[in-house]
């Protein structure tokens, strides 16, 4: 295994205990494992989400995905942790944590259940090279040779740089004669242009984004959003980010626009309105608005649109009222830039899923290579779902791998 990451670590673990008789080893650069693990989830480590399926990634109509995640399910995954000592609770969004509330209680268990199992860890041996031999993998390393009869490319993508994910596996696998679908950064913070985000720092409110890009079809995410001091952030910029980032490099034109009212289209958000404005005429606007919005997002969207908050709502005439549902329903998000790989949680793109058997992870051009976790071309929503993939994808590999030595 080349990398000792959440994908690394489970795969090996899964190959010694159906096949100890192979003598895994985990290769990683670092000095430490698990660092992405330790600060993912706040440091508290979403293991995976009590429903996990094909439309929570972004190859929704991919059979690969579907299959992958159908042979090592959410049940398996929850089963697993139990096993060696990490027993999980379900928080809002389905998102599932351990106990203790600590992502070093996932790491220590995963290494402990590693060593018992007799899978030999080395780190601080960077791999620099992989070569496919007539009988065998030759692999360089900064502390020499090695000789394997299969290679788990475990390396992740570029996301979180400090934690030791620099691409490489992205190179081996181009050397190996895989293509790439370029990489980007996934589920990163948006930075935004203007000031008026920077008002509403620390402010956040349930939102709709929604996605468009010239020549495709129109997505929708939704979620919470948090407005930060150089932008946005929270689940629904973080989901959105994806989109943003792949349609630029596709040298597509993207929008991004934001429903205030999510849930609510505009005939029924103007029909709220009128009901309110004859039920209460003498409402302030901002009153009105903050019965919907947060109190400081209501006053700066009002002050934006050069509106008096403090116009009675009775007041309020036909033509204003529905220029300002049209900007509530659909507020521009003027993004400039993500936060990139250094806030990213996950890298979009990778090995193309047509290079690659479903059934054992193994690459279609090089016998005897494996891909498992976000070096592939598989990127989910927040929330558990790429932790749930590393671990399907590993057990899928290391069960081909038993199945042919």
């Known amino acids: 295994m080349i990398g000792g990451g959440a994908a690394g670590l489970a795969t090996a673990i899964f190959v010694a205990r159906r096949r100890p008789e192979l003598s895994p080893l985990v290769v990683d650069g670092a000095a430490r494992l698990g660092a ?36 090592y399910g959410v049940a398996d995954t929850i089963a697993f942790f139990r096993e060696i000592g990490v027993s999980l609770h379900e928080e809002a969004g389905g998102k599932l944590f351990p106990d203790s509330n600590r ?33 065998h993998f030759h692999i360089d390393s900064t502390r020499g040779g090695l000789e394997a009869c299969r290679v788990v490319i475990a390396t992740g993508g570029l996301s979180i740089p400090k934690s ?20 980007t950064p996934a589920l990163a913070p948006l930075v935004l242009e203007g000031r008026f985000h920077a008002g509403l720092a620390g402010v956040a409110l349930p939102v709709e984004v929604a996605i468009q890009v010239a020549g495709l079809k129109h997505l929708r995410v939704g979620g919470s959003l948090l407005f930060t001091h150089f932008g946005v952030s929270g689940p629904a910029a973080l989901d959105a980010s994806r989109f943003w980032h792949r349609a630029r490099s596709l040298g597509r034109e993207v929008r991004l626009e934001v429903n205030l009212l999510p849930g609510e289209s505009f ?92 059934a054992g992870m193994q690459s279609r051009l090089c016998p005897g290579l494996h891909f498992v976790g976000e070096v592939l071309d598989v990127d989910g929503r927040i929330g558990g779902f790429n932790f749930q993939w590393a671990w399907s994808s590993a057990w899928v590999a290391a069960s081909g791998i038993a199945r042919d030595g």
């Open 36 to 71: 992405k693990i330790l600060i993912s989830g706040g440091g508290r480590c979403n293991v995976t989400n009590t429903e996990v399926e094909a439309a929570d990634f972004w190859q929704p109509r991919s059979p690969f995905v579907r299959r992958v995640l159908r042979s």
């Open 103 to 135: 992502a070093r209680t996932v790491l220590d268990a995963l290494l402990a259940e590693a060593e018992r199992r007799g899978v030999a860890i080395e780190v601080g041996r960077r791999v620099t090279r992989v070569a496919r031999g007539p009988e």
């Open 164 to 183: 030791g994910s620099d691409g490489a596996g992205y190179g081996f696998a181009r050397a190996l004669g895989h293509s790439l679908v370029p990489p």
């Open 267 to 358: 005939e029924s958000a103007e029909r709220w309105l009128l009901e309110l404005a004859a039920a209460r005429p003498r409402l302030l606007l901002h009153g009105a608005l903050a019965q919907r919005l947060p109190a400081s997002v209501a006053l700066a969207v009002l002050r934006e649109r050069g509106l008096d908050p403090g116009n009675p709502l009775g007041r309020l005439k036909r033509e204003t009222r529905r220029a300002l549902l049209r900007v509530l329903l659909a507020w521009p998000l003027p993004v400039v830039d993500s936060r990139g790989y250094g806030f990213a949680e996950v890298t979009a793109g990778g090995v193309p899923l047509q290079e690659v058997d479903p």
